[in-house]
């Protein structure tokens, strides 16, 4: 395993954005297996490290390849890397996302993308009922200083069945719940960078805990799992 990120890994993604073909990139292959060997050992460091406080059954490393099949941009190759971390289902709720990117764009991201259609549900009935405990957890001052403020796709509007001048109507809109924490290039490539983000990743941990605890009962608190 890889405790650090390797400067080859910028450089090289660095150079695939300015000749992102399929030549290039075979001619250059060996480089990039190389330095996908790299990653993935790094990758693996920041799931031991999940691991050492979480339940984490799956770790994803996602391909360099696009899938251009439906998309404008029918470049081939993606200009960086990007893995996501599962926690263990279904008592235990949320995922971890490590996105590296040259030119300051690298980034963490914690939460829930894209919530199943009933689960958004329940998340929506919870926050309709109570929404002082969720509130208190991302309000906390220490949270606030890792995560700030709670991102995603929302709607314009209230959903469908609940009252547009609710009280908790900016949480109930949402359609994700997200937590995106940026970097810089020298903070992704800094020796301490493993260290920081399992850091960072640890200080959801009451986000999750509410979330899953939501996403595992009913609304009268009756548990939906064996």
């Known amino acids: 395993m890889s405790k650090s990120?390797?400067?080859?890994?910028?450089?090289?993604?660095?150079?695939?954005?300015?000749?992102?073909?399929?030549?290039?990139?075979?001619?250059?292959?060996?480089?990039?297996?190389?330095?996908?060997?790299?990653?993935?050992?790094?990758?693996?460091?920041?799931?031991?490290?999940?691991?050492?406080?979480?339940?984490i059954?799956?770790?994803?490393?996602?391909r360099i390849y696009r899938d251009v099949r439906f998309s404008k941009n029918k470049l081939p190759y993606k200009t960086h890397f990007g893995g996501s971390f599962h926690r263990t289902k279904p008592r235990l709720r949320g995922g971890y996302y490590l996105h590296i990117q040259p030119n300051n764009e690298s980034f963490i991201a914690t939460g829930f993308w894209e919530p199943a259609k009933e689960d958004l549900l329940r998340i929506r009935k919870e926050f309709e009922v109570d929404d002082v405990e969720i509130r208190e957890i991302i309000e906390d001052k220490k949270f606030k200083s890792v995560w700030g403020e709670l991102v995603g796709d929302e709607l314009k509007t209230a959903p469908k069945g609940f009252n547009k001048e609710h009280k908790a109507i900016d949480l109930i809109r949402k359609k994700q719940f997200i937590f995106v924490k940026k970097y810089s290039d020298e903070e992704v490539l800094n020796p301490n960078f493993l260290d920081e983000i399992?850091?960072?990743?640890?200080?959801?941990?009451?986000?999750?805990?509410?979330?899953?605890?939501?996403?595992?009962?009913?609304?009268?608190?009756?548990?939906?799992i064996d």
């Open 198 to 224: 399992t850091s960072a990743f640890k200080t959801i941990r009451p986000y999750f805990d509410y979330m899953s605890d939501v996403l595992t009962t009913d609304i009268n608190g009756v548990s939906t």
């Open 5 to 55: 990120v390797p400067k080859s890994v910028f450089k090289f993604l660095s150079k695939l954005e300015k000749n992102n073909n399929r030549d290039w990139f075979n001619e250059n292959k060996p480089e990039f297996k190389a330095i996908e060997k790299e990653v993935k050992a790094f990758y693996n460091s920041v799931y031991e490290g999940l691991n050492s406080y979480d339940e």
């Open 57 to 62: 059954d799956k770790l994803k490393v996602f």
